[in-house]
C-alpha cells in the first residue's frame, strides 16, 4: 500500500502546478462557503445556535468532498491505468490483484485528510467556524462506517468500470446525489418531502447529519445512534455488495479478455 | 528435472471463436522455449493464461508446479512478464522509480529493492538515465525496462512477448545473449519467449513451437523440426545477370511451383516425378540466361515455419 501512496504523490508532484491548484483550491473553497454564508439571511435556529450557517457549510462542504473521494475517483485512476497501459503488469505481480488495482487512488485519500485539515483549518482560524465543541471521536467513527459506505459505491463504479469500461454513467449520480440529496449546502429539512425520501436514501446525508451533530454540538456515540445505525446498515449491505461485485467483474475480464481493453 | 511449464488439452474460446486449442506442452525447468505465429495465431492468448491474466474455457496449465486456476497468486510470484506493449509503465516517473514501484508490488523486501534496482539499471545500460522520466525514452530503452521489471524478483520463471520488438540491433543482440547466457545458463531460469525473429526461433531457443489458428502445429527442437516438416524440394538458381520476366519464364517449366525471384536468385518448389532439370536449364539458355550456381536451397526454418503457420507474409 506504501508504494501506491508513493506513487501516486510522486506522479502528483511531477506536475508543478498540482499541490498550488490541490491547496490552492481547497482554501478557496472555504473563501466561497464564507461569502455564501454571509448572503444568506435568516437561519434557522438549530444552526445559528451551534456554530452559524458558515459551520454548516463548511463541515458539509469539506467532508463531502473527502467522502465522496473513493466514489468519484476508485473508479477514475483504474480508467487511467487502463488508458496508459498499466493495468495488465500490475496484475501479474505477486500483490493482490483487487489492492493493485483500488489502490491506484491510495494518494489522493491521504491528499485528501491534508486538504481536509487545511480547509477546516482555514475555516476556523480566518473565518471564525465554531468547533469549540466538537467530539472528535464520535465524527471519527462516523467517518470511518461513512468512508465504508460511499468506498463501497467507488467499488460498485468500478466493477461497472471494468465490465462497462466507463465510469461515468454512475458519476452524474455522484454529483446530484452529493450536492442536492445529502445537505451539504442547506438542511433537507428545506426540500420538498417527495425528495427527502432520496435523501434518506443516501449514506452522504446520515454521515453529514452525524458529521454536524459531533463537531457542532458535540454529541456522544449515543447521541448519534441514528446516523450511526443508518451507516451501520449501508455497510452490511454495500461491503459485501460491492466485494462481490468486484470479484465478478475481475473474472469478467479474466474470462472475456477484456483487462486491458478500455 | 522437474517440470516449469505444463499444459494439457488448454483451450480458450471467445463465444464461438477458439483462440488456442488442445494445446498440450511440456517445458523443463531452465529451458528457453520459443513460441512462433503469425499475428491471431494465438501465441499471446496462450501466454495470457500461463501467466493468469486470462481463465481457460478448459484444459490444465500449471506454471512451476502451481494450477493457474487454483493457485493464481503463487503462479503470479513464480514469473516475471515481459509486454509486448513497451509503453506499459508511469510516464512522469523516472525509470528507477518504475522499477521501484513494481518491485514493491513484487514483495521484494524493501531494503533490497535499491540494490536490486541499481543492478538492472546497470545489466541494461540504463543507469546513466535512471533518473529521467519514462516518457523520455526511447522504444529500445523502454523495451529494456520492460525486460527489467520482468527480473526484479527474480522470477524462477520469465514470459516474453516479442523481447527485442523496437530495439537497435545491438541492444536486441545484447538482450538474446543474456537470456542465454545469464538468464537460462547461469541462473537456471525458463524463458517462454513468443517472436517473430527466426534467428531468435534458430540460434537462441532450446525447443520451438509453432502456432496457427490456436493449435500447435510443430513442437520440437530447432534440428527436428526442420526434419519433421518434410517439404518439396527447395531449389535455388543464381545467375549471371538478372533475367527479364524469369518468373513468367520459369513457370513454363513442368513442376515448378512457389516461385520467387530476387534480382539474379531465384527459389522454386518442384515435383520431383515431373520436373527435369534438363527442361529448366534448355529454358533459361533459350532466354539468354546464364545459371552460375544451381541446387537444393538451404530451407533453413524459414519456409517450413511459413507452411506451420499457414502464413505467406509472417517469414
Known sequence: MWALIRRGFLIAKSYRLNFVGTYFGGALYIFFYALLANFVGQQPAAIREFGGYFTFLLIGGVFARYLSLGMKFLAREIEQEMVIGTVEPLMVTATNPALALLGASAWLFVEGIFVLFLQLGVGVIFFGADLSRANWLAALVIIILALLALNSWGILSAAFLLIFKRADPLNWLIDLTTYIFCGVYFPIALLPWFLQIFSYLLPLTYALEGLRGALMRGQSLYDLRAPLFALLIFDLVLIPLALIAFRRALAYTKRTGSLGQY | ?315
Request: proline share 3%.
Open chain 2, 1 to 315: 528435472m522437474t517440470t516449469a511449464i505444463e499444459t494439457r488439452a488448454l483451450t480458450k474460446c471467445y463465444g464461438n471463436a477458439t483462440a488456442v486449442q488442445d494445446v498440450t506442452l511440456v517445458i523443463p525447468h531452465g529451458e528457453l522455449f520459443g513460441l512462433f505465429g503469425a499475428n491471431g495465431a494465438g501465441k499471446t492468448t496462450l501466454i495470457r493464461m500461463l501467466t493468469t491474466l486470462l481463465a481457460p474455457t478448459r484444459g490444465e496449465a500449471y506454471v512451476n508446479s502451481f494450477d493457474v486456476v487454483k493457485h493464481a497468486d503463487a503462479v503470479r510470484a513464480s514469473v516475471g512478464m515481459v509486454f509486448s506493449n513497451e509503453n506499459s509503465f508511469y510516464g512522469r516517473l523516472s525509470g528507477r522509480e518504475n522499477l521501484k514501484f513494481f518491485a514493491a508490488l513484487q514483495n521484494v523486501p524493501r531494503q533490497n529493492v535499491r540494490v536490486r534496482v541499481d543492478e538492472l539499471l546497470r545489466m541494461f545500460t540504463l543507469d546513466r538515465h535512471a533518473d529521467a522520466m519514462f516518457q523520455t525514452y526511447s522504444t529500445g530503452m523502454r523495451q529494456k525496462m520492460n525486460v527489467a521489471r520482468a527480473l526484479l524478483h527474480d522470477p524462477p520463471i520469465l514470459f516474453l512477448d516479442e523481447p527485442t520488438k523496437g530495439m537497435d540491433v545491438q541492444t536486441a543482440d545484447a538482450v538474446r545473449v543474456l537470456l542465454k547466457q545469464e538468464i537460462v545458463a547461469r541462473q537456471g531460469k525458463t524463458v517462454f519467449l513468443t517472436t517473430h525473429d527466426l534467428y531468435e526461433m534458430e540460434h537462441l531457443c532450446d525447443r520451438i513451437g509453432v502456432i496457427a489458428h490456436g493449435e500447435m502445429r510443430v513442437f520440437g527442437r530447432p534440428r527436428e523440426v526442420l526434419n519433421q516438416a518434410r517439404r518439396k524440394p527447395l531449389y535455388q538458381i543464381e545467375l549471371a545477370q538478372p533475367l527479364a520476366e524469369v518468373t513468367k519464364l520459369l513457370e513454363r517449366v513442368n513442376g515448378i511451383r512457389e516461385l520467387r525471384a530476387e534480382g539474379a536468385r531465384v527459389e522454386f518448389e518442384a515435383d520431383t516425378e515431373i520436373f527435369s532439370e534438363k527442361e529448366l536449364w534448355d529454358v533459361i539458355y533459350a532466354a539468354g540466361g546464364q545459371i552460375r550456381k544451381f541446387g537444393p536451397a538451404d530451407q533453413g526454418l524459414r519456409a517450413l515455419l511459413r507452411d506451420a503457420a499457414d502464413d505467406e507474409q509472417l517469414v
